[in-house]
């Protein structure tokens, strides 16, 4: 089992980057594929990128491809997630997440949510 918690949310003007992470607990991290979601008001939470157990492979939605960049740190038990240029539309709550199954299709553990909140 793992507990995820995540850090890094705040308000930030359109253009400006933020940094996510996620700390997770255990001391099987590396086993854990993981990802990150977000949640914008009145819409379905949705997957936007994932990182593979090394970190050999990612994926992101075509939403903030080219933006944002997922890594991990197997010995910092934390993965992160780095977003530049943000738009007003990536206003959300974003949720850290982690399965030992590849793909996140159904994560078995979630973080709590931290918003991201960008202004004009």
């Known amino acids: 089992q793992v507990q995820l918690v995540e850090s890094g949310g705040g308000l930030v003007q359109a253009g400006g980057s933020l940094r996510l992470s996620c700390a997770a607990s255990?001391?099987?991290?590396?086993?854990?594929?993981m990802g990150w979601f977000r949640q914008a008001p009145g819409k379905e939470r949705v997957l936007i990128a994932s990182?593979?157990?090394?970190?050999?492979?990612?994926y992101y939605a075509d939403s903030v491809k080219g933006r944002f960049t997922i890594s991990r740190d197997n010995a910092k038990n934390t993965v992160y997630l780095q977003m530049n240029s943000l738009k007003p539309e990536d206003t959300a709550v974003y949720y850290c997440?982690?399965?030992?199954?590849?793909?996140?299709?159904?994560?078995?553990?979630w973080g709590q949510g931290t918003q991201v909140t960008v202004s004009l």
């Open positions: 997440a982690a399965d030992l199954n590849y793909g996140l299709a159904k994560p078995n553990y």
């Open positions: 255990g001391r099987t991290f590396s086993r854990y594929f």
């Open positions: 990182i593979s157990w090394g970190g050999g492979t990612t």
